[in-house]
């Protein structure tokens, strides 16, 4: 009977918890009441649901001129449960009906959360939806400031409400057709109050919660945390400084060039930030230069942190490759970063996603090219948005035919529960046998 009860594993608890959501949220957004012309395919609403749960943001229509008030509530759901996370949600209903999670419970959410200490993962789930709520409504709070007077309190105060979840949760989905469709951030590109807030929201929101818990529990002393959490700062703090100074570099004579010297710093930050799989935008990615394309492309790519609402292969990752790739070239045999030694089981597992990664946008995009007539630069920047969950878009997504809108749900849903946990989840429960093969080797390189 026990086993029988726990014969599904952790992995496979949350692919199917997503592919539950994505199919709830699916058969709610296909009724007459969700859309304002009260017609929508189910293909439609299919990917309209991947998107706002798997917190991608990219857009068939115009989430404000489409849908109705509830189907708008029905995207923000999706989008809330897909960036807190499904196991976290359940997990709470296994509280209310329980008192106390079990063991089994336990080691779901903190696989699902990324925590490392099964003893703390109740509390870390206790802190994961405070925190969320928390930075949510002072997120809203902010926001009110700007779109109250601009709309009307009531719509005011929904649109606070509706971005602010959307950036926290680093969805990119936004209620700005009511300015013009698919204009996202664009209004407000030289606006302080609405890009500062809506980038806070999206760095804490893709710094991880297991970040914030060392950080509420150790305060300000950096040397206190643990390695991952000093990992994830540096590198964080580092992937927005760079590409920003990039970014004015590249766009000071192009989309900066009627911007003043502190408007052009905003827009710079900001463009640093969104692609961190956020997906707002302030310019139209055709205004931009090639250059800030690839630039783009790279940062969509490689995403937030592990255990966050972000996307992409994760900064932690990418880290692990770089000090990997150092360590190679000097012949070492052991991954070391700062005065820590790393296991090597982290460089084959971050090799494995990277590379992952990588094929899947090359099939991807070779399915995409031979299903549409767009050139490939339109068809890669799409693809790898679509598997980094960022939803930044070129503007042909809304054109696309029935293959791609496929094509990119399981981009989507294979970005957001993450390269590990599909593996994990397909893996054999049964234990291989402890042999060791003959040591060979080839040539490489």
């Not at 990039?246 to 900001?270: D, M, P, V």
Request: proline share 3%; aromatic share 12%.
């Amino acid at each position: 009977m026990n086993k029988r009860a726990h014969i599904l594993s952790d992995w496979q608890k949350v692919l199917l918890g997503y592919v539950a959501l994505i199919l709830f949220g699916s058969i709610l957004l296909v009724l007459p009441v969700s859309t304002r012309q009260g017609v929508i395919s189910y293909l439609d609403a299919l990917f309209t649901s991947a998107s706002a749960a798997c917190v991608t943001g990219f857009a068939l229509f115009d989430t404000y001129s489409h849908f109705t008030l509830f189907g708008q509530i029905v995207i923000l759901f999706l989008i809330q449960v897909g960036g807190i996370g499904i196991m976290t949600i359940l997990t709470l209903f296994i509280v209310a009906m329980k008192g106390k999670p079990g063991f089994y419970d336990n080691l779901t959410i903190m696989h699902a959360s990324g925590g490392s200490r099964l003893s703390d993962s109740a509390r870390l789930i206790y802190r994961i939806v405070a925190g969320t709520l928390i930075f949510e409504a002072l997120g809203a709070a902010l926001l009110a400031i700007r779109f109250c007077p601009q709309y009307g309190v009531g719509r005011g105060l929904w649109f606070a409400i509706f971005h602010s979840v959307s950036a926290f949760c680093n969805a990119g989905m936004d209620l700005m057709g009511v300015n013009s469709p698919f204009s996202s951030l664009s209004a407000y590109s030289n606006d302080p109050l609405v890009l500062i807030t809506v980038s806070v929201l999206v760095l804490i929101g893709g710094l991880g919660f297991v970040v914030w818990n060392d950080v509420l529990a150790k305060g300000f002393r950096f040397r206190k945390y643990q390695t991952h959490t000093q990992i994830v700062l540096c590198a964080t703090l580092i992937f927005i400084l760079a590409p920003a100074l990039l970014f004015y570099l590249f766009e000071r004579n192009n989309a900066f060039s009627g911007l003043n010297a502190g408007q052009k710093l905003l827009s710079s930050l900001f463009l640093s930030v969104s692609p961190r799989t956020a997906g707002f935008s302030i310019y139209s990615m055709r205004e931009l230069s090639d250059s800030t394309t690839a630039l783009t492309m790279s940062l969509m790519f490689i995403g937030g942190n592990t255990g966050s609402a972000a996307g992409g292969i994760k900064i932690t990752t990418f880290v692990i490759i770089i000090f990997g790739t150092f360590a190679a070239y000097r012949g070492r045999k052991d991954l070391q970063i700062g005065r820590k030694r790393m296991p090597m089981i982290l460089l084959l597992q971050s090799v494995c996603i990277f590379a992952t990664y990588l094929i899947s946008v090359a099939i991807a995009t070779i399915i995409v090219l031979a299903a549409e007539p767009f050139s490939f630069a339109e068809v890669s920047f799409e693809v790898v948005a679509a598997l980094s969950t960022t939803g930044l878009s070129l503007g042909i997504t809304p054109h696309i035919g029935t293959v791609t809108k496929i094509v990119f749900i399981v981009l989507m849903f294979l970005g957001k529960v993450g390269v590990m946990t599909l593996l994990y989840s397909m893996a054999s429960h049964k234990k291989n046998p402890d042999i060791r093969r003959p040591l060979d080797s080839i040539q490489i390189g």
